[in-house]
């Protein structure tokens, strides 16, 4: 049997003290406008939503996130200003990553029993920022990514923990999911679950 070899990026301590407290921030600000998952655009399977958690998308609570949130800027710059996809093995990652001309970014939360299955996304690269607003308190909330595309059946499975303040990059067709997460119901609705940025980037044809 042949092993698909799976493309990633990881960086640890990926913002600065400094663009980490503008992101932590902004994200107490936001918390309580959190919604609903199955609102957030979620991957589906023969009709069920495969999304269980909090989230809303920058773009929709801004009118101009550019211009209003300091995470969208910070994390744009980060990836996009400093080429950080060229750093993909193979190089083909790489390079179609160059074409990026669109990105959207979600801001999720997980509590206990959350967890979105296995699914993939229609970007070209997705990349996964975790951090940490308050002491956590919860276990559990992997991110695993398999080495199968789409609706291809997995042989092998990368796990990948929410560390703080860790970016973790992929080509979106890659089947991932995260797993469960396990809290206490006293840590409920106070921001010590599992927070995530998805920042999804593609290519659109009008140019």
């Known amino acids: 049997m042949i092993m698909k070899e799976v493309p990633f990026l990881v960086k640890e301590n990926f913002l600065t003290e400094e663009e980490f407290s503008l992101v932590v921030k902004e994200t107490e600000h936001l918390f309580p406008y959190l919604k609903d998952g199955r609102t957030t655009s979620p991957a589906t399977r023969d009709g069920n939503i495969l999304k269980h958690n909090k989230g ?3 773009y929709d609570h801004y009118e ?3 211009v209003s949130s300091p995470t969208v800027n910070i994390l744009t710059k980060k990836i996009f200003d400093d080429d950080l996809y060229r750093e ?8 179609m990553a160059a074409g990026i001309n669109w990105t959207g970014m979600l801001l999720s ?3 206990n029993g ?6 993939w996304d229609s970007s070209v690269v997705t990349a996964l920022y975790y951090f ?7 276990m559990g909330g992997e991110f695993c990514l398999y080495d199968s595309v789409r609706r291809e059946t997995p042989n092998r499975m990368l796990p990948f923990q929410p560390v703080n303040n860790r970016l973790v990059a992929f080509p979106g067709s890659y089947m991932h999911e995260v797993k469960p997460v396990v809290m206490s119901e006293r ?9 995530c940025i998805s920042i999804f980037c593609g290519h659109n044809s009008e140019r």
């Open 132 to 138: 940490d607003i308050k002491p956590r308190k919860f």
């Open 109 to 111: 939360y997980y509590e």
């Open 64 to 66: 101009n996130p550019r």
């Open 88 to 95: 993909f093995e193979p190089k083909v990652i790489g390079d």
């Open 56 to 58: 809303l998308f920058y």
């Open 187 to 195: 840590w409920m609705g106070k921001g010590h679950g599992r927070f």
């Open 114 to 119: 959350d967890s979105y299955k296995p699914h």
